[in-house]
């Protein structure tokens, strides 16, 4: 079976994701996908604003594209994918953003492509190729000095019922429209399996998105799909060349969740590698459906700002904020966060043109550290303080 064929044919006709199209600004934010964010979480610091260029590498309807363009008008977003009719959407849905341009190709075929790329989105591609490794290259040999590459894989652990379910659909189905009668097996199969059936509850976990029939044949009549644990996904990483800078969902892979209540546990671990503490985690909480992490270019350096050099540091209001000026307010994962009166002024205050040390008053370097955990500001470092390496 040439896998490229077959996996452009299923989008073709099943063009995803479904969401419609609409005249309005897409709802909320990602933050993953704003470049100036992204950089803070994977360097440590603000990045000065400056033009830049962006790659969403496996665009399909154009849902993160424009995202992608709103949330950095700064930037000139250049968008592939090898479905026509998935781009036809995406062009439809960006239409009123003029700093996008699309292409139709493989995502192995990014060489292709002129210049390199600050940011480059990789969101649920990679695992539909017959050589992620390949497509990987690709992607990495684009990515200008202190790039960021954001990629989202399927991990196998936490997948386990869509496999099974898979298996089961390609033995029934009809091999004369594969998809089709794929779609029409499976969601037989769901329906006359009993209520306690293992796979029938555990789609219960999907059933919102999988009510969409585009959604059902992405995720039980995939024609490829190839899932990771920690080992195997590092192995990836390695073939890449790129560093590692962070899953960007941390708060999955904090140990101290799990096993907390036994301290000693916790200094045991730490005598683990990242890769075995990661390890750990996914197989005693082996609900890992995705993984979803930054790569970098080098150079790789991180700032990391001490107590003094906290203080001489040049916050900036996050300018998602919501609602705002509130005493509760979302962020960047949409948990509430509680802020005093005093916190509130402090953030209104946080332009960029004064210190933290002239800003923050009686509130503890520890809170201003916690407001950074939640994307409630950003800081732009004390002057002179970078080298010309990681200003890059």
């Known amino acids: ?15 995803f994701p479904p969401d419609p199209l609409s005249d309005k600004p897409p709802p909320g934010w990602n933050w993953r996908w704003s470049y100036s964010f992204a950089h803070s979480f994977c360097r440590g610091w603000r990045p000065e604003p400056r033009p830049i260029r962006i790659l969403d590498a496996g665009c ?7 995202y992608l363009a709103v949330q950095n008008p700064e930037a000139q977003v250049t968008a592939i994918d090898i479905s026509e009719a998935s781009l036809a959407l995406a062009k439809r849905r960006c239409a009123g953003h003029a700093n996008v341009q699309f292409a139709q190709m493989s995502l192995t075929d990014a060489g292709d492509l002129e210049g390199q790329f600050d940011l480059i989105n990789c969101v649920g591609v990679l695992h539909h190729l017959a050589d992620p490794k390949a497509g990987l290259a690709a992607l990495a040999a684009k990515l200008a000095p202190g790039g960021l590459l954001h990629i989202f894989v399927y991990g196998e652990l936490g997948r386990w019922e869509i496999r099974l379910m898979q298996e089961a659909i390609r033995l ?22 009993p209520e306690d059936n293992r796979l029938k509850s555990a789609d219960r976990r999907w059933v919102l998105e999988n009510h969409h029939d585009t959604c059902f044949v992405d995720m039980y009549v995939q024609v490829q ?10 192995d990836l990483i390695a073939s890449s060349g790129l560093g590692f800078l962070g899953f960007s969902n941390p708060g999955f892979w904090r140990l101290e969740r799990l096993v907390g209540k036994a301290p000693w546990l916790l200094e045991r671990a730490a005598t683990l590698s990242d890769k075995e503490r990661f390890r750990l985690i996914e197989l005693l909480d082996p609900v890992v459906a995705h993984y979803e992490f930054f790569l970098g270019a080098p150079p790789l350096e991180r700032l990391e700002l001490d107590d003094d050099r906290l203080d001489a540091a040049l916050p900036v209001r996050s300018p998602y904020l919501y609602p705002w000026p509130e005493r509760q307010v979302f962020d960047h994962e949409y948990e509430l966060v509680e802020l005093s009166e005093a916190e509130v002024a402090f953030l209104q205050r946080c332009n960029g043109r004064q210190t933290l040390g002239q800003l923050r008053g009686d509130i503890a370097q520890a809170r201003i550290r916690e407001l950074l955990e939640h994307f409630l500001l950003q800081l732009a470092p004390p002057p002179g ?5 990681m200003r890059v």
Not at 173 to 182: C, E, T, W
Not at 225 to 234: A, C, G, M, V
Not at 385 to 389: N, Y
């Open 1 to 15: 079976m040439d896998i490229t064929r077959a996996v452009q044919s299923l989008y073709e006709r099943y063009p």
């Open 60 to 66: 399909g309807t154009g849902v993160s594209t424009e």
């Open 225 to 234: 799909e190839i899932r990771y644990t920690i080992p195997t996904l590092f």
């Open 172 to 193: 029934l189905r009809d091999g004369r429209d594969p998809l089709a009668d794929g779609l029409k097996v499976g969601r037989a199969l769901f329906e006359a399996l």
């Open 385 to 389: 303080l970078l080298s010309s390496k």
